[in-house]
């Protein structure tokens, strides 16, 4: 086996078998191939495609390529991927949640990609919280408050990190094949069992169509089941942000306030509590869906998700006092400006990837990989698919920086919404349920 065989196969056409994309998978991480002959492989997936047990092979070989974690706790390992959109904390709720339940959550997340925003770069934003551990501070902080979210380490599946570097400058980011081997390698060498995966589409998310999504939610589960255990992916509605705000130190408001003054008629928490309530289900704690879920709300209006959010704060570095001092614990950015309705109707849409970018070129993302990011700005206030404005109302609210960036952003974000003179219902929130 050497890497020219495996590129013949591709290059021809022949479908390849577990243990070729296994020997690829496992030698990426060495020096037995370079960069030349990873990025023909990545392209030869895009055009060709994987059978199942290929992928299976690729996912656990990449998972493989470096340290699996290992667990020895009082009660189920579990976990949830969002496969990202703008304004979408819910891992925030949802893994504190869990924990009060008796499910330890040691997620292994990432920073900003493109027009989402990075959960760890959210939870950052609470003065302390450093989410870049070592291996002994991050159990010491999941068996402390039950959940903890961590930088995946160098060590954690190397070939995919080395992978995905070369798909991101040859155009083969998109493959249904690499992105569900990347993402399940990475959340398998995290050492979880059962897996909850929200697969986002819409104008906020990677994948814009329903047919796109649903390709990788079955390719995620059946993968998923294929090479560790228990999964299931739920597709969710991504038209519009899960929170009223897009922005890290402002989605962390709005996770606080829900935590601290409980509402569950709203998307975050209805979606929050769908997941949980699944990934109960698939951990053997719930008969169904529906009765996980009315845990999950129970854990989220009793204050019990509360106080292990401010457990897991105080894990991490944070104030021990955040989650009842968190109005004053969080940056605020010196300029405000508002997003004004050009005319009266009811909101029909919004541009989310456009959103996303607004905030990311007002600091609050990166552009490249070293860029800071200011955790202050972004977007809150945003309004909702068919809420009714009049004619010089505010669609949303700019938080920046500099006051002549935030005056121009907000009057190009106005342009990213469109209003109809007809009522307009909104979108449903869980368009599919793959298990």
Known sequence: MNARFVLDKLREGTELSPEDVAWFAANLASDEIDDAQA?????????????????????????DSGKVLTWDLPGPVADKHSTGGVGDPISLLLGPALASLGIYVPMLSGRGLGHTGGTLDKLESIPGVSTELSEDDFRAAVRQAGCALAAASPDIAPADRRLYAVRDVTSTVQSIDLITASILSKKLAGGVGPLVLDVKVGSGAFMQSLAEASSLAEALVTTANGAAGPAAALITDMNQPCVASIGNALEIMEVAQLLTEPNTDNRASRLTAHLGGELLRLAGMAETRVEGAAQVEEALTSGAAAERFGQMVAAL?????????????????????????????????????????????LGGGRLRSADNVDA????????????????????????????????????????FFTITDQQVEAPQLIHKVIT
């Open 39 to 63: 990025g023909a492989f990545a392209m030869g997936v895009c055009h060709n495609g994987l059978t199942e047990k290929a992928r299976v092979a690729l996912t656990l070989a990449m998972r």
């Open 317 to 361: 570095g944070g104030p021990s006092d955040f989650i009842d001092r968190w109005r004053d614990r969080l940056p605020a950015a010196p300029v405000v400006r508002e997003v004004i309705a050009p005319h009266t109707g009811f909101v029909q849409g919004m541009d989310g990837r456009a959103l996303g970018f607004g905030v990311v070129e």
């Open 376 to 415: 202050s700005v972004g977007l809150s206030n945003v309004a909702y698919i068919g809420d009714p404005v009049e004619k010089g109302d505010p669609l949303a609210i700019v938080h920046g920086a500099d006051a002549d960036e935030t005056e121009e952003m907000a009057a190009r974000l106005a342009t």
